[in-house]
């Protein structure tokens, strides 16, 4: 299943790289609410976790992050971050279902859009991502909302973690999903306290692309934002 969705990203990198940034679910809806959670970066050592097309990347190097390190297990996806911001940051292949071959207590902060419901294990990658982290550093990340997935794809069981497959530009591509239950276990579990839950709604621009799901987004969440701090 790995392979499969890897090679999914590696086909979408060229999508992603020239329509993401004004694709309405992404630039309207997830990103003015991971900007506003993740808040002020100068002079922070930040890793991008699951870079895509590099646009949290791009945006930490111009908002004045110390150092900038950005990651994603699709080789395509590397490429694109690379031919964004050039020789700004680090960027390399790297897959979050294993060890990370970054340092002890490194960051002071680490995003990751839209990523962690693709990770098989959620404990495995926390606890990783624990590790890099300083204590007090935060983890702010978006994932597909729960509610949504149980309700759009009609599961039996809310509580049962299971693999599903969806669409993006004809690709098929397959993630998780999880209840809050266990997504906060898990954050529990590898040190983690949630310091806020979002969830957000689209912004007006929005509507001049997509009026049909502006008004669904305003009713019924899609994507959900937990911003987290390490504990000592």
Known sequence: MEKKLKSSYDKLAEHYAKDVDTK????YYERPAMINAIGNVKGLRALDAGCGAGFYTEWLINNGAKEVVAIDFSEKMVESTKKRIGDKAKVYVSNLNEKLNLEDNYFDLIISSLTLHYVKDLD???KELSRILKPNGKLIFSIHHPIMTYLYFSLENYFEEVLLEDVINKIPVYFYHRSFDSISNSLFNNNFLIERIIEPKPIKKFKEQDEKNYKK???????IIFKTIKRI
């Open 124 to 126: 495995f990658t926390l």
């Open 24 to 27: 309405s679910f992404n630039a």
């Open 217 to 223: 987004l305003n009713k019924k969440p899609h994507f």
